[in-house]
């Protein structure tokens, strides 16, 4: 995507900007998780690539040519609303990816449950792509790529997840930019029944991350710093052998009708994602998949 269409949708991203707040989000009432990183995250590796801002309110993720950094959360969660803001990293990114996910595995186990934000890194004016995907019991292939209305590297957004029984939507700021649905049937592509840690790293992924891996990364511009402030989750935080917050009670928001499905003004602004701002959708995708996903048809 080059500088043609930035000045032909220009206009178009502005006026969407302009109506998000029509859009809904997590409501007011419920109280945020304490947003101290101590309290809700411990440091996965590399804690020398890891700094705090002097109030530590605000988190940095360094990537240089020795390594990345990533952090998790020490609580597991089965369903809720998860929302993190962040800032990516400026000027020329290509081959780095910033990613902000929920995993059931502390590494990459093969039945693992996965629910992902990734962000490609691209050249100096070049728009960011942000990449979803979703498996379950190890299975991905799921990926979706959007574009942005917004320059995600001037200042802070957020990204957030809803996860309950009937869908998963992944959110920015206030819109809705992609919808996993549940057929409320046992099936192979939605993921209910593992309890998720949150988790964000910053690595170098040059060899495919941007243009297919065509454009690699210039340690001359490292080190690559992410910016992460605002955790809030809230969710059914796992206990074993079973938490008591299970999601078919009800009792919380994020599992109550009005969580079920996109409100209206929610669908609009989804729509207008999906005509403007999808470059990518594995749904649509028949040479990859000659016979479509089964979710794909619900």
């Given at each position: 995507?080059?500088?043609?269409?930035?000045?032909?949708?220009?206009?178009?991203?502005?006026?969407?900007?302009s109506?998000?707040?029509?859009?809904?989000?997590?409501p007011?009432k419920?109280?945020?998780?304490?947003?101290?990183?101590?309290?809700?995250?411990?440091?996965m590796?590399?804690?020398?690539?890891?700094?705090?801002?002097?109030?530590?309110?605000?988190?940095?993720l360094?990537l240089?040519?020795?390594?990345?950094?990533?952090?998790?959360?020490?609580?597991?969660f089965?369903?809720?609303?998860f929302?993190?803001?962040?800032?990516?990293?400026?000027g020329?990114?290509?081959?780095v990816?910033?990613?902000?996910?929920?995993?059931?595995?502390?590494?990459?186990?093969p039945?693992?449950?996965?629910?992902?934000?990734?962000?490609?890194?691209?050249r100096t004016?070049?728009?960011?792509?942000?990449?979803t995907?979703?498996y379950?019991?190890?299975?991905?292939?799921?990926?979706?790529?959007?574009?942005?209305?917004?320059?995600?590297?001037?200042?802070?957004?957020?990204?957030?997840?809803?996860?309950?029984?009937?869908?998963?939507v992944?959110?920015?700021?206030?819109?809705?930019?992609?919808?996993?649905?549940?057929?409320?049937?046992?099936?192979?592509?939605?993921?209910?029944?593992?309890?998720?840690?949150m988790?964000?790293?910053?690595?170098?992924?040059?060899?495919?991350?941007?243009?297919?891996g065509?454009?690699?990364?210039?340690?001359?511009?490292?080190?690559?710093?992410?910016?992460?402030?605002?955790?809030?989750?809230?969710?059914?935080?796992?206990?074993?052998?079973?938490?008591?917050?299970?999601?078919?009670?009800?009792?919380?928001?994020?599992?109550?009708?009005?969580?079920?499905?996109l409100?209206?003004?929610?669908?609009?602004?989804?729509?207008?994602?999906?005509?403007?701002?999808?470059i990518?959708?594995?749904?649509?995708?028949?040479?990859?998949?000659?016979?479509?996903?089964?979710?794909?048809?619900?």
């Open positions: 995507m080059g500088g043609a269409w930035l000045s032909s949708s220009w206009l178009l991203l502005l006026c969407f900007a109506s998000m707040s029509r859009s809904w989000a997590a007011a419920n109280p945020p998780t304490s947003s101290s990183f101590k309290d809700n995250f411990h440091i590796w590399a804690e020398d690539h890891f700094k705090t801002s002097p109030d530590g309110q605000v988190w940095y360094f240089d040519k020795k390594t990345g950094c990533g952090f998790q959360t020490r609580q597991r089965r369903f809720g609303w929302s993190m803001k962040l800032k990516l990293v400026g020329d990114s290509a081959g990816v910033t990613a902000y996910y929920m995993c059931s595995d502390l590494g990459a186990g039945d693992r449950d996965e629910l992902d934000f990734e962000f490609l890194g691209n004016g070049q728009p960011y792509t942000i990449q995907n979703v379950k019991s190890g299975i991905g292939g799921r990926e979706m790529r959007h574009i942005l209305w917004f320059d995600p590297t001037e200042d802070f957004h957020t990204y957030s997840i809803l996860w309950n029984s009937h869908h998963i992944f959110f920015v700021d206030r819109v809705p930019i992609r919808v996993h649905k549940n057929s409320g049937k046992p099936n192979n592509y939605f993921p209910n029944e593992k309890p998720m840690y988790f964000s790293s910053i690595w170098n992924a040059d060899d495919w991350a941007t243009r297919g065509l454009e690699k990364t210039d340690w001359k511009n490292a080190p690559f710093v992410s910016s992460y402030k605002d955790f809030h989750a809230d969710g059914c935080p796992w206990e074993d052998p079973y938490p008591a917050c299970v999601s078919t009670t009800t009792e919380h928001w994020w599992d109550q009708y009005e969580a079920w499905s409100t209206d003004n929610q669908l609009e602004d989804f729509g207008w994602v999906g005509r403007n701002l999808v990518y959708d594995y749904c649509t995708d028949k040479e990859r998949y000659p016979t479509l996903p089964e979710e794909c048809n619900i």
